[in-house]
């Protein structure tokens, strides 16, 4: 049978197609047990802070889930426990913010005030409710401003629940769990035989096969790092596990809440230099990282070159397309901002609430830089004005 006239040009499209496009993957249901996309480590890792929680309620299932379908390579949460023992998915020690708790009446004689890192705290406690009360709550959105349509319909989840849904990704998504107020829970929350919180953390990472070095073949598998602010906890779970670790760094107002340093001693080169037999990086405020004035930028310090001399990663906190989160400098434009912290500061990783907006920019950008791509592009486009002009005559 003859090919008509504007058949031919068309079948030539889709070869060459075939042959410099991108592949193309299956439908997730599609995709056979082990032969999921692999983490992509070409460029820095886009780490959904507590999900993708600028759009849904922090650290609730739909949040990482959303983080996960909008291109995240690790879905981030902070672990805390209940009275009872069990880790659960939430930032908070108090409930008071992020819940619905002011309307559950049969707690109301629950309230408590605690020494939280050196300060007085007055709240509602995780630590003093069980799970089956926690997840009798329901989570609200943060901030104000943000998408209030989702308060009220999401439970607390557990660290169990929160591995679940990586594990359940259609491509390979990374995890990365904070040890959260180490202290604090220790304090409050008591294991059989004599058990801390980190204990009950490594071993949740080991039950679900979380294993291996950085860029090991396990770890590649299944992705984690591990996060704290307390040194004294990285190094503990060290003994316990060689899954990477990172230290996060807070504002330089703030000491370690464990080992009461201040800022200059674990950002000094001599700590760097000791700290980086337990960890793979640092998670730095960025505001310690690039100072700010008046809302404006000044010039940057050396902490990520610093960090990067002594071979470890730089991953700084925590990136909001809001327009009271950016700085000027970026004329209220996330994108700049991203391309200013990539590709002039050069980290290795970006805490975001908006993992969309990250994968897009990197998505970009990435496509646009790339040489191949882009010649691939360049021939398309010539073949399908070949097309157009053809059918019209």
């Known amino acids: 049978m003859a090919l008509s006239p504007c058949f ?3 079948v030539f499209l889709f070869l060459i197609v075939g042959c410099v496009a991108r592949p193309f993957y299956p439908l997730p249901s599609k995709v056979a047990e082990g032969t999921r996309k692999p983490l992509q480590t070409s460029r820095p890792y886009n780490i959904a802070h507590r999900g993708s929680n600028g759009e849904i309620p922090e650290e609730t299932a739909p949040a990482y889930q959303r983080a996960i379908e909008e291109g995240a390579d690790f879905i981030e949460t902070d672990i805390l426990s209940s009275k009872d023992g069990v880790l659960i998915s939430f930032h908070d020690v108090t409930l008071d913010d992020t819940t619905d708790i002011l309307q559950h009446k049969e707690f109301a004689n629950r309230k408590r005030t605690y020494e939280v890192q050196g300060t007085n705290t007055t709240g509602f406690f995780t630590v003093d409710f069980t799970l089956k009360e926690l997840k009798s709550l329901r989570v609200k959105q943060r901030y104000i401003f943000r998408d209030q349509q ?3 319909k999401f439970t607390i989840i557990t ?3 929160y591995i679940s849904i990586a594990l359940d990704a259609p491509r390979v998504v990374g995890i990365y769990p904070e040890i959260k107020n180490p202290v604090f829970i220790n304090e409050h929350v008591k294991w059989p035989g ?5 204990d009950k953390f490594v071993e949740t990472l080991k039950k679900y096969g979380y294993k291996g070095s950085y860029l090991s073949k396990e770890w590649l598998a299944q992705p984690a790092f ?3 602010f307390a040194p004294t906890s990285l190094i503990y779970v060290s003994n316990q596990t060689d899954l990477p670790k990172i230290f996060l760094i807070d504002d330089v107002t703030v000491p370690t809440q464990d080992t009461n340093q201040s800022y200059w001693e674990i950002t000094s080169d001599s700590y760097f230099q000791y700290i980086k037999q337990y960890v793979e990086g640092i998670g730095p405020w960025k505001d310690t990282v690039v100072p700010v004035k008046d809302n404006y930028l000044l010039t940057p310090t050396d902490l990520v070159a610093r960090a990067h001399a002594h071979n470890l990663q730089v991953h700084p906190y925590t990136f909001r397309n809001e327009n009271q989160f950016l700085h000027f400098n970026f004329h ?4 700049q901002e991203y391309a200013y912290w990539i590709h002039k500061i050069g980290v290795d990783g970006i805490f975001t609430d908006f993992t969309g907006s990250l994968n897009n920019y990197q998505e970009w950008t990435s496509h646009s830089s790339n040489d191949s791509d882009s010649s691939a592009s360049k021939l398309l486009h010539k073949i399908a004005l070949l097309v157009n002009s053809y059918e019209k005559v």
């Open 159 to 161: 660290f169990e629940e």
């Open 226 to 228: 591990i996060q704290s």
């Open 194 to 198: 004599g058990k801390k919180f980190e």
């Open 8 to 10: 031919s040009p068309l």
């Open 150 to 152: 989702y308060n009220g």
């Open 332 to 335: 209220q434009d996330p994108y």
